[in-house]
């Protein structure tokens, strides 16, 4: 029993210890930069060994086979950052019927997935420039079997703001300012009109009152002053005075 488990064990781990070139063997290569000015990205993923070319070119001793069968059914994900497990968006691609299906995180950026001239394009859309980071894709095999999970080296993805966005948001911004400025010069108007009406209706009473009692005052002052003269000459009789010495 003791030398059936040894045997067993020996050769799980020479089965392992053959299987680890090979796994090594499989990487997937990426472009060092992607630069992308209207929210697009494209994002080679190369396969190597190719297993897409196997079907078309011979392989040859410089270009090792693929040494598994050729993927019908994955899903590439592009990762962020080079150490964490944060997905940005992600891809199912089937191969043999020629569909493929974003899946949509919460977030705005959706991912579409295509075989071309031997490599998995990821295309990102949505991006902004805040998203600008470095991405791996992460590519799993589901069909057929084994299930394999190739990670890339990386790509820095560098995203640029479109140059309509920020003068779009700055005029909106300007024009909701002016709305806003209107609005409270209208309101500062109407408080400031109401007092100021007020004011001119007070004055003009206070002047009213004043030519009124100014006008009073005339008057009297005429009449006093057409009873002080007198309506015609005094008579005065003459007196006879005497000159004799009494």
């Known amino acids: ?66 040494p598994f069968p050729v993927p019908e059914e994955l899903r590439v994900t592009l990762v962020k950052g080079l150490y964490s497990s944060e997905e940005l968006c992600s891809s199912i691609l089937n191969l043999t019927g020629q569909r493929q299906s974003g ?32 991405y791996r894709c992460v590519i799993e095999v589901f069909y057929p079997p084994p299930y394999l999970q190739l990670t890339g080296n990386g790509t820095l993805i560098h995203v640029l703001e479109s140059p309509g966005c920020p003068v779009q948001g ?5 024009s909701d300012r002016g709305d806003k400025e209107t609005k409270e010069d209208d309101e500062t108007e109407a408080q400031i009109s109401v007092p100021v009406v007020v004011l001119v209706i007070l004055i003009i009473l206070v002047l009213c009152i004043i030519v009124y009692f100014q006008a009073g005052q005339c008057q009297q002052e005429k009449r006093a002053t057409i009873r002080s003269v007198p309506s015609g000459a005094y008579k005065v009789d003459a007196v006879e005075f005497s000159c004799e010495n009494a």
């Open 170 to 174: 700055a005029e909106r911004q300007s």
């Open 103 to 134: 899946v949509q995180r919460e977030a705005e950026v959706q991912c579409t997935a295509e075989v071309r001239e031997g490599a998995v394009v990821v295309t990102a859309s949505g991006l902004k420039a805040t998203h600008t980071d470095m």
């Open 1 to 66: 029993m003791f030398l059936t488990h040894c045997v067993m064990g020996w050769i799980v781990l020479e089965v392992l210890c053959l299987s680890l070139p090979v796994w090594s063997a499989v990487t997937v290569i990426q472009p060092y930069s992607v630069v992308s000015t209207n929210g697009t990205a494209q994002v080679q993923c190369v396969i190597q060994p190719q297993p897409f070319n196997n079907q078309i070119q011979p392989c040859t001793n410089q270009n090792p086979p693929y």
